[in-house]
Each structure stands twice: as structure tokens, then as C-alpha cells.
């Protein structure tokens, strides 16, 4: 069993950086690939970005690339986002997802094992 706490969440103006961590429970946090994911007001959850097991790989969804840096550190069971050049649209729960296949993070319908209870990000213009 995997417990996900997110927070790091505030409000912040546009244009401003914010960086979200997600703590995990347990022993095996490195067998997990992890991913971010946001919901906004009145909208679907959508994939943000995801990162290997091990940190080697990161994907990024196209509304973000550029802009979002996923990283982890196993150490501290701990997988971060940072988000630059903020935009009012970013504007979400940003939930942490833990799966064993990193693919899945971003394929549609793709069910995650573990998810977080969200921390809520705010951009105002």
C-alpha cells in the first residue's frame, strides 16, 4: 500500500513559479513510475507530466512542455513539479499518481495504482 500526499499548492500571479511535492508512504516508492495530473473547475483530469523509476526518462503533455520540470528523488520518496511562467489556465488540482508501468501515466484511460487527494493551484492574472 502506497500513500501520496501532495502540497505546495497557492496561490500565485501569473508568471510566477510554484514547486509541488508529493510525498510516498512505504518501501518501495523506487518500484513505481509517478506522474502529476490536474483537474480544473468544471473540466476533465488531464495528464501534466510523468517520470521513471528511476528519474531517466520524463514526459511531458504538450500543454506544459517547456514550461513544467517533473524530477524525483527516491531517497526522500518524494517526486516534484516545478511550474514556470504561470499561466491563470494552470489554474487546477494538481493530483500525483503512482503506477508500475510508466507508459500508463500518460496513455488514455490508463488506471493508475495509487492516486493523491490534490493540492490546489491558483493563478490569477
Known amino acids: 500500500q502506497v500513500q501520496l500526499v501532495e502540497s505546495g499548492g497557492e496561490l500565485v500571479q501569473a508568471g510566477g513559479s510554484l514547486r509541488l511535492s508529493c510525498a510516498a508512504s512505504g518501501r518501495t516508492f523506487s518500484s513505481y513510475a509517478m506522474g502529476w495530473f490536474r483537474q480544473a473547475p468544471g473540466k476533465e483530469r488531464e495528464f501534466v507530466a510523468a517520470?521513471?523509476?528511476?528519474?531517466?526518462?520524463?514526459y511531458y503533455a504538450d500543454s506544459v512542455k517547456g514550461r513544467v520540470t517533473i524530477s524525483r528523488d527516491n531517497a526522500k520518496n518524494t517526486v516534484y513539479l516545478q511550474m514556470n511562467s504561470l499561466k491563470p489556465e494552470d489554474t487546477a488540482v494538481y493530483y500525483c499518481?503512482?503506477?508500475?508501468?510508466?507508459?500508463?501515466?500518460?496513455?488514455?484511460?490508463?488506471?493508475?495504482?495509487?492516486w493523491g487527494k490534490g493540492t490546489l493551484v491558483t493563478v490569477s492574472s
Open positions: 499518481a503512482a503506477t508500475f508501468d510508466y507508459k500508463t501515466l500518460w496513455t488514455p484511460g490508463g488506471v493508475m495504482d495509487y
Open positions: 517520470i521513471s523509476r528511476y528519474g531517466g526518462s520524463a
